[in-house]
Every structure is written in C-alpha cells, then in structure tokens.
C-alpha cells in the first residue's frame, strides 16, 4: 500500500510563513483502509504527517520533527470531505501550526515542533 499519495491542493495560496488551500479526500485514499473496521475514517497521524509534508514543500521547511503541542481532533474526517487546511511557520520558535475545518467547523489543529 503507497501512502504517499496525498490528496490535491486546490485553491492554493502560498506567502512565506503561510499556506492555506482546498483538498477533497477521495473514497480511495490509502490512509482510510484498515484504521477502523466498520467506518472509514482518516486517522490523526495522517493529518500530521500530511501538515508536515504540505509545511516542507510549500513553506520550504528544512529541520525535522521534534514533538506536538496542542494537538486537538474535534471531529472525524470521512471520504468525501472538502477540507480548507491552514498552515503557519514560525520561524523563530520552529513552530508549524496546522487547522484543518469543514464547513467553518475546526476537524483538528496543532502545533508541531521542528528542529
């Protein structure tokens, strides 16, 4: 299974320390298979490791992974969902904060360490 595969940003607008776009989450998506039995259901590390990837291409972020603060999963996030997904770099502090809404609604956020 790939999982690579990352869902398309649309809807792109890029600065320096700032990132938000669209992405829809196909039906097909690896990251769905096996995570709950009945119901399809994207697990929260792929949400973290998808804002860390989207931080290092769009955000050109260079330093790795050190820890998560404040991370919150407010609801769950089903095939099919156009999610509006927000990222911020701080520079000084090696902060990337991520949000990802649906509908006006906060699915989760956080901030993830970087050094």
Known sequence: MVLERL???TDLNVSSHRADFTICLEDDLPYFQGHFPYTAILPG???IHW???WGRQYLDIKKNFVGMEQVKFHMPVKPGDHLCV???WDIE???LSFRYTLAKHVVSSGRIRMG
């Open 7 to 9: 869902p398309a940003a």
């Open 45 to 47: 590390v792929a949400q």
């Open 51 to 53: 804002a860390m990837k």
């Open 86 to 88: 927000s990222l911020d």
């Open 93 to 95: 502090k090696s902060l």
